[in-house]
Each structure stands twice: as C-alpha cells, then as structure tokens.
C-alpha cells in the first residue's frame, strides 16, 4: 500500500464512495428502524446503513488514505439523512467525519492482516475499525447536541447507545459480505489492479 493516494486510488475512492452513498440511500429507505423521532430543536432516526461496505472495500485494497476519503465522501448521503434533513448540524457534520476515522482505521487494521485470516478475522476487523466512530458518536451525542438543542443528556446516551449497538450489528453484517468478496478472485484482481 501507497503513503500517498495517486490517480487510480483517487478514481477507486471516488467509486467506492459513489457505491456507499448508493448503498447509504437503498439501505436507509428500504429498511427504517425509527425514521422520525423528534427530541426538540432536532430529529433522530434510525435506520440499516450498508454504506461502510464500499469503505472497507476501500481501505482493504486501497489503505487508510483511500478508505478515510471514501468514508468521508460515501458518509453524504447518510449525514443528509441522518443529520442536515432533521435538522441536526451535529450529526450532520459528524457523520462524514465519522466515517472517515472508520476508513483511516480499518486501513491500519486490515494492513496487518497481511491478507491472511479468514472470515471471522474479517468480522473482527471490521467491528474494531467502528471503535473511533462509536467513540466520536458518543462525544457528540453526550457532549455536543445537548448544551446545543437543550436535548436532556440521559435522552441523548440513550440514542447514541442505540445507534452505536446498531452500527456494531451492522459491522458484523459487512463483515460476513466483505470476507464472501474478497474470497472471490475476480473481485480481489478488478480492486487490485487499481493499486498495481
């Protein structure tokens, strides 16, 4: 893997950003948990979110660079969703960020996998790169949105909670359709080649 992103990592990121925002989208729409749950000034809701499926692609071929840009530019479609539609700026913002930390650091992770292990050590990978981004979730659900919106803080863990034990659900979930990708050698040759 490169230290730097160059022309085809660039073109790599940019679609696997455009799929995790297709799959953002999809998922969100086709399978609401919560879709409205107003808490004053702003709204949560809860819904399937598959896009980090095109960030782990991403950093596994591609590295920490490439995996955190796409966690950024794929989180769009969820941080509108989730955030700027409900009126929550918080989340908003920090949901791209969030999904980028996801990609930094599932780059450093699946590095030192060294393409070995099988699928459950993909699962694990998948659910300790989600660590900073549920760290991040809960700073800002317990220390940003209530003095912002007046949100009580017990209201405030009680969603981040939520959201996070979903979100590790949904690791395992990608994980499992990760390791059934890259057990295929087509796909592993197409993403490879971008990096060759």
């Known amino acids: 893997m490169q230290p730097h992103i160059g022309s085809k990592g660039l073109v790599f990121a940019a679609m ?3 799929l995790g925002n297709v799959l953002s989208f999809l998922s969100v729409q086709l399978a609401p948990i919560a879709p409205n749950i107003p808490l004053g000034p702003v709204s949560v809701s809860l819904a399937l979110d598959l896009s980090h499926l095109a960030t782990f692609i991403a950093s596994l071929f591609g590295g920490p660079l490439v995996g955190g ?4 530019v794929g989180g769009l479609v969820a941080a509108f969703e989730f955030g700027f539609s409900k009126g929550n700026i918080v989340t908003g913002i ?6 980028a930390m996801t990609g930094v650091a599932a780059g450093y992770v699946f590095r030192r996998l060294h393409g070995e292990g099988g699928a459950g050590r993909l699962v694990a990978s998948t659910v ?5 981004e549920a760290l991040l979730t809960f700073a800002l659900f317990i220390y940003v949105l209530p003095p912002l919106t007046g949100m009580p803080v017990a209201v405030a863990t009680a969603v981040a909670v939520q959201i996070v034990v979903k979100a590790f ?3 395992v979930i990608l994980g499992l359709i990760l390791a059934g990708l890259v057990s295929n050698m087509a796909f ?7 990096f060759q």
């Not at 920090?94 to 999904?99: C, D, E, I, R, S």
């Open 16 to 18: 696997m950003a455009a």
């Open 169 to 171: 659900a949904e690791m």
């Open 188 to 194: 592993r040759t197409y993403a490879m080649g971008y």
């Open 69 to 72: 840009l796409t966690g950024l």
């Open 94 to 99: 920090g949901l791209p960020l969030g999904k």
């Open 128 to 132: 300790v790169s989600y660590v900073p």
